[in-house]
Structures are given as C-alpha cells and as structure tokens.
C-alpha cells in the first residue's frame, strides 16, 4: 500500500449498542433452553428417555428459534411468525415448569417471557416503521 492509496473503510457493525432490554431477553433464552433441560431431566425415568428428552427438547427449541426467530434467522418469517415461535417456545417452558409442579416459577417466567415479549416486538416494530 503506498500513502496516496484510500484507506478501506471498516465494516459497520450489525445492529446497535446493546441495551438492558437485549440482556434480559438473552438470559430469559438461556433460563428457557435450561428449563427445558431441567424439565427432561426430572419428568422422566433415568437414563434412556431422561437423555433423550434432556437433550432433545432444549436442542429442538433452539433450533427452531435459530431458524425462525433469531435476528439473523435464514428463513424470513413476518412478526406474526415471530410471536407464534417465540410463544410457542415459552409456553412450553410455562408448561415445564408447571408440570414439575413449580406453579410460582411458571407465573414468573411467563410474566418475564411476556412482558419482554411485548417490549421487543414493539420495538422492532419501531424501527421497522422508520426505515
């Protein structure tokens, strides 16, 4: 490269800063893919179907949110695609929880599951509306 050759701009960066939106509803994933996990672990006999399940559930629900409902999701779904996946996802946690008999933990996760939910569906929302 000599001086007078132009300087190659850097690649923007995907998306914005990180707000505290974005961090709850990450560990709100992470506490739902590890409930699943739980919820296989208990709810059925060790070790055959126990495994199976302990694995299978929380690995199919990211699979499915991976596909469906990431920001970067190879299939493009419109936002009522995105609800039912995201419902759909969390309801099982609910479901989990309240079948291994935590009915408190299950209102909790899906009052959190809900009202992030709703928070960041309206702002994608928002910013759909303005480009």
């Known amino acids: 490269m000599t001086p007078t050759d132009p300087v190659p701009s850097p690649v923007p960066a995907r998306g914005g800063p990180v707000g505290a939106l974005d961090v709850v509803r990450f560990v709100t994933l992470i506490l739902a893919f590890l409930s699943l996990g739980f919820w296989g672990y208990l709810a059925w006999p060790f070790p055959f179907p126990s495994l199976a399940f302990m694995i299978g559930a929380p690995l199919f629900a990211i699979v499915v949110w991976g596909l469906f409902r990431s920001p970067r999701a190879p299939i493009p ?5 995105k609800a039912l996946v995201e419902i759909a996802i969390m309801g099982a946690v609910v479901a989990a929880w309240a079948m291994l008999g935590y009915p ?28």
Request: hydrophobic share 55%; no cysteine; glycine share 12%.
């Open 77 to 81: 779904t419109d936002a009522v695609g």
């Open 104 to 131: 408190v933990v299950a209102l909790a996760f899906a009052v959190l599951a809900g009202v992030t939910g709703v928070l960041a569906f309206r702002r994608e929302n928002r910013r759909g509306a303005r480009r």
